[in-house]
């Protein structure tokens, strides 16, 4: 079986959102990344996304508390 990894730039771009966010992700295990056994750079299988994506698209936005100031 052949796995499909991308590079966290790209993952990021496919996800919609920030490498920063992707490593904050890893780091609170919200979204697991592999590492390069040459390099140890973080990579994502293109599979785990595609879950993650079907996963959070499900989920409802919180509500904020917005302030409406007057300039």
Avoid: C, S
């Avoid at 966010?21 to 590492?35: F, H, Q």
């Amino acid at each position: 079986m052949i796995r499909q990894y991308l590079k966290i730039k790209d993952a990021a771009e496919y996800v919609g959102v920030t490498p920063l966010t992707l490593r904050n992700w890893d780091r609170k295990g919200k979204l697991v990344a592999y590492r390069h056994p040459a390099n140890n750079y973080r990579l994502y299988l293109l599979g785990d996304l595609e879950k993650f994506i079907k996963r959070i698209e499900g989920v409802k936005p919180r509500k904020l508390d917005v302030i409406m100031l007057e300039d």
